[in-house]
């Protein structure tokens, strides 16, 4: 049997999808815009929020 993804991550596994081992980093994606779903104090990053965030921040090179 597959295992599922979920939708919702925690901020444990958002940053593991992002490459990032400073939780310092990832409050400053937070301040930059990354949105955050918070319910009965449990907060979570949905996922295609932070593809879209991420996709929105794509820096053009000069080759």
Request: overall charge positive; cysteine-free; proline content about 2%.
């Amino acid at each position: 049997m597959q295992k599922q993804e979920t939708e919702y991550l925690s901020f444990k596994k958002a940053m593991e999808i992002l490459g990032l081992r400073s939780y310092i980093t990832l409050q400053a994606y937070i301040k930059a815009g990354l949105p955050v779903i918070e319910v009965a104090g449990s907060k979570r990053i949905k996922r295609t929020d932070l593809d879209k965030f991420m996709t929105a921040h794509y820096v053009k090179t000069e080759d």
